[in-house]
């Protein structure tokens, strides 16, 4: 197991205030961890936390764990 990558968490936690500007949704989807997120099914198409993105960001463990 490893750590979320700090850009995710923060990709992960800012998503978590959903819905967020869309100023904001921009910015985050120009970065590689959108896709990322997208891939894993951490969050749905419109940026909305999937809850395990959700558990992921705040989850028991902070920042998530993603296996290997």
């Not at 990558?5 to 120009?30: C, F, G, I, K, Y």
């Not at 198409?45 to 993603?66: D, F, M, N, V």
């Amino acid at each position: 197991m490893c750590e979320v990558s700090p850009d995710m968490a923060h990709l992960l936690s800012t998503l978590r205030a959903w819905p967020v500007s869309a100023d904001v949704q921009a910015e985050l989807r120009a970065k590689p961890e959108w896709d990322q997120a997208r891939a894993w099914g951490w969050i749905m198409e419109t940026g909305e936390p999937t809850g395990t993105g959700s558990r992921h960001a705040t989850g028991p463990r902070p920042k998530g764990l993603i296996g290997d």
